[in-house]
């Protein structure tokens, strides 16, 4: 159930800037992903936050952006890591979702470089994440390629549908990969557990608690363009 990478470059037909963040896209970049799959926790649903209609209503450096995010479901290593790192109110549940930088990924959850992992509180807030991740993290990960960097750094900071169109597609976007707001309130989760890595501890079944399930995928919002 992965999600492919190079989709970017499909779809709208537009005037070609989806197409230069596709080809910006590395090969090094879609190894990082493949490897982030077959070596951490093969059994995960770890899409990127890539989508094809990305392109749509987001700027070729933030498709480009989203192509090197990943979200996951926190595995008992990751909870342990966090409870080490304290600073939270409430601590990990096992299957809470998070971002993570999928060229870092493979590396044991306590040898992750800072920023590296982050845990939104709910799907309004991935966006905040991922502006978190791309200012404390991206441009000093020793495991992003360097050509990547210089890549986004040309692209500038266009805005494509600028507005309450680009902003309602994040939201969207979770709603496509099957991502919803914890019950609770404490997080997100993957909707019926197409997250739950194999093994998982700590999941009771309680309707307050992430890793609950009985929400249908919505389908992606379509272009107004």
């Not at 936050?49 to 933030?62: A, F, G, M, N, V």
């Not at 900071?157 to 707001?181: E, F, M």
């Amino acid at each position: 159930m992965s999600h492919r990478t190079k989709t970017c470059n499909g779809g709208s037909g537009g005037s070609g800037s989806g197409h230069a963040a596709a080809d910006a896209y590395t090969d090094a970049s879609a190894s990082a992903h493949t490897s982030a799959h077959t070596s951490a926790h093969p059994s995960m649903y770890t899409p990127l936050l890539l989508t094809p209609l990305d392109e749509r209503y987001l700027s070729p450096q933030l498709c480009l952006i989203r192509s090197l995010v990943q979200y996951f479901p926190a595995s008992p290593e990751d909870v342990e890591v966090r409870q080490r790192k304290g600073g939270t109110a409430r601590p990990l549940r096992p299957n809470r979702v998070g971002i993570r930088c999928v060229h870092c990924a493979p590396l044991p959850a306590s040898e992750r470089p800072n920023g590296a992992v982050s845990y939104p509180k709910n799907v309004g807030l991935v966006h905040q994440a991922v502006r978190n991740w791309q200012r404390f993290h991206l441009w000093d990960c020793p495991n992003i390629p360097q050509p990547t960097k210089d890549r986004l750094r040309a692209m500038g900071r266009g805005r494509k549908h600028a507005g309450t169109g680009g902003a309602a597609h994040w939201v969207d976007s979770c709603t496509a990969l099957g991502i919803r707001d914890c019950p609770d309130g404490e997080g997100i989760e993957f909707v019926d557990g197409a997250g739950a890595s194999a093994g998982a501890s700590g999941e009771d079944g309680n309707e307050g608690d992430c890793g609950s399930s009985g929400l249908a995928l919505a389908p992606s919002r379509p272009s107004t363009g």
